[in-house]
């Protein structure tokens, strides 16, 4: 048996695939697990020993389609279910099975703030795409595999973090995924032990801002690395401090402690740091902390993000309580 999954983007969504990924390969006698992504996340995926081959979505449609047509899949995993990925189950016209993505309950939600989102991460949603194959969720969570030639040795990193570091990620997609420069400076100035600035090369700017508090204390490593040596960087970490954003769930794939940031998106969406076998909120993991803003009525304003806050005030972040991470740092810093 030969089936194909389908997810173009972006890194922390194709991250949260790993885990039908392992299960339709362990759980399904004699398949062949085929992946169709886009070229720039392969890394995501090329190291991933559960995936017999990767297909790239290319310029030239005619050219992918004929690529896949040779393969005869028994059936298309489509866990995107965008136009493009109609157009290949279309194409194909092989039996497929497709991920629901629930937009008028989002709508709801980020217009008129009615919540009617599920008390599940996407992960088990994604499973429910998977039922119909008695393919069913081992509760291992998520997977990140890092090629041998993209892990960091000691002389990567400054001297000063070779006994312990917490991994900032300063990244996102959007601004309003971001917690602020001076915002970042004070919870810096907070922690205490070495750190680690995670991002890439469009980071670099703003997380050098950020390590001028302390270039000692704080390394700022935001486009020295590529995408499997930061995420070697952030299995390396003892802790792990994120905005909403790929390098989250390559950390939770390690099942690294995790103090996740939360701006004008919310964990209601599905995106929380899933370790396997929890929820938000009825089955809370003791090793994530969730820092958000629920003062606000604007929130979420987008499900995805914008480049500046819609309101003017960005209050979502600015406005973020740093309180209850003494107490989580004194749990996992031992």
């Known amino acids: 048996m030969k089936i194909l999954i389908i997810r173009f983007s972006s890194i922390g969504d194709i991250v949260l695939t790993t885990p039908i990924i392992r299960c339709i390969k362990q759980q399904m006698p004699d398949v062949q697990v085929h992946y169709l992504t886009k070229q720039s996340f392969s890394n995501v995926l090329i190291a991933n020993p559960y995936i017999d081959k990767l297909h790239y979505l290319q310029d030239d449609w005619q050219e992918l389609i004929t690529s896949l047509k040779i393969e005869q899949f028994d059936y298309v995993i489509d866990l995107h279910n965008n136009l493009r990925t109609t157009r290949v189950k279309q194409a194909l016209k092989t039996k497929a099975f497709s991920f629901p993505k629930l937009n008028v309950q989002k709508w709801l939600y980020v217009n008129l703030k009615i919540k009617l989102m599920p008390d599940v991460s996407i992960v088990d949603r994604y499973f429910e795409t998977v039922k119909v194959l008695n393919v069913r969720n081992d509760g291992q969570g998520l997977d990140y595999f890092i090629p041998e030639k993209d892990e ?71 486009g020295k690395f590529n995408l499997n040596e930061s995420a070697d960087l952030v299995r ?18 390690f099942k690294k402690p995790i103090i996740s940031l939360w ?16 929820n938000l909120k009825s089955r809370i ?46 749990k996992y810093l031992k």
């Not at 006994?163 to 602020?180: D, F, H, M, N, W």
């Not at 390396?236 to 794939?253: E, Q, R």
Request: aromatic content about 10%; proline content about 7%.
């Open 152 to 222: 960091i040795t000691q002389k990567d990193i400054p001297m000063s973090h070779w006994a312990g570091y917490i991994g900032c990620v300063v990244g996102g997609s959007y601004a309003t995924k971001q917690l602020p420069i001076e915002r970042w400076k004070d919870l810096c100035q907070q922690l205490p032990i070495p750190i680690i600035l995670l991002g890439g090369p469009e980071d670099q700017a703003f997380a050098a801002e950020i390590a001028s508090v302390d270039p000692i204390k704080i390394y700022n490593a935001c």
């Open 236 to 253: 390396k970490a003892k802790i792990i401090i994120s905005n909403d954003t790929g390098l989250m769930h390559i950390a939770v794939a």
């Open 263 to 278: 701006g004008n998106t919310t964990p209601e969406m599905g995106m929380f740091p899933y370790y396997g076998f929890n």
């Open 285 to 330: 993991a003791p090793q994530s902390l969730i820092i958000e803003n629920n003062e606000i009525s604007c929130r979420p304003c987008s499900k995805i993000g914008y480049d500046r806050c819609p309101k003017k005030h960005f209050n979502c972040m600015n406005i973020l309580n740093f309180n209850q991470i003494d107490i989580f740092l004194k």
